[in-house]
């Protein structure tokens, strides 16, 4: 097994970009003055020449993002995700969602755990508005190796990717020598036929610990690691209602318009079990640090571990 790494997201997304850029010469990066915070500053030491900053305008940055896919280049435009989604939202939806346009998206400092920086950066709402641009692909990976997968697989994809970044440095639990991503297709990493937790992002590894944390307690739960909220995986989650009967997703973001919706848009309509949301319940975040912040919310192994135990026991 390769290495373990504790990684940001955000710097396996700097570094992935310097892997397609040595393959690919139309691969082009723009920020929005965050080039420090969302390391695309590692691509613009190593291309320069093949990165545009474009000040603090997210509107302008989609739109000038726009205007190079459609001179054939493949554009990863990069801020935080409450920006790139929240103040550029309009951008991304006529710019670049209308005329599906080959623009890559990344929302870095996304969830609670962008910590200290408090309410107005910890963006719980940028899957939802993405979830609503018709066509656009949305991927959370999990840990470096994921991210890394990811983001060359965005290249690969024709048309609009919004790819979210962590903020905070998580363990890497995916073994690259046999490891497959393929978007659209989640992964089972725990067999457990008592439950279905199905999570996606930073929390897998969370949900992953408190899973197995569990088992010692007789509960068996299968763990799917949910890498791509759109297009969803429909056959994953209905194979594990069928075998289950109950699901619990676990999301760093607000239970409202993300994977807990989305999962149950799938099981009401062909199968319905439970559901039970595990998230940001429709509240703002507020400074602090991020891994208490993480315990605060519920969304730390414990907390799961400790969610996951009273729903099964009702």
Do not use: W
Not at 53 to 77: R, T
Not at 106 to 118: N, P, Q, Y
Not at 247 to 253: C, D, G, K, L, S
């Amino acid at each position: 097994m390769a290495e373990s790494k504790k990684i940001a997201t955000r710097e396996s997304f700097g570094m992935a970009l310097c892997e397609l850029a040595k393959e690919h010469d139309d691969v082009l990066v723009l920020d929005a003055d965050l080039a420090a915070a969302t390391k695309t500053d590692i691509f613009k030491k190593a291309y320069p020449e093949r990165f545009y900053d474009c000040g603090i305008a997210e509107g302008n940055m989609i739109g000038v993002a726009a205007g190079l896919a459609a001179a054939g280049m493949v554009p990863f435009a990069a801020s935080f995700a409450m920006f790139a989604t929240g103040r550029a939202y309009e951008q991304v939806r006529n710019s670049v969602g209308y005329p599906h346009l080959n623009v890559k998206i990344a929302g870095s400092h996304a969830g609670i755990s962008v910590g200290e920086d408090g309410a107005t950066h910890q963006c719980c709402e940028d899957l939802a508005l993405m979830r609503t641009i018709p066509g656009m692909v949305i991927l959370n990976p999990a840990d470096h190796y994921e991210m890394i997968a990811a983001t060359k697989a965005a290249y690969e994809y024709k048309g609009p990717v919004y790819i979210r970044l962590g903020r905070l440095a998580i363990e890497s639990f995916n073994d690259p020598d046999n490891y497959t991503f393929e978007i659209g297709k989640g992964i089972t990493l725990e067999e457990g036929n008592d439950v279905t937790v199905i999570a996606t992002g930073l929390v897998v590894y969370e949900a992953l610990k408190a899973v197995r944390a569990l088992r010692e307690k007789g509960i068996n739960a299968r763990l799917i690691n949910m890498h791509t909220i759109k297009p969803i995986d429909k056959d994953i989650i209905l194979k594990a209602a069928k075998e289950t009967g109950k699901i619990i997703t676990v999301e760093e973001h607000n239970i409202i318009g993300g994977l807990g919706e989305a999962v149950a848009a799938v099981t009401s309509e062909s199968c319905p079990v439970p559901v039970y949301r595990i998230g940001v319940e429709d509240v703002y975040g507020h400074s602090g640090p991020a891994v208490g912040l993480l315990s605060e919310f519920g969304l730390d192994a414990a907390g799961l571990e400790k969610k996951i135990t009273e729903f099964m026991n009702k």
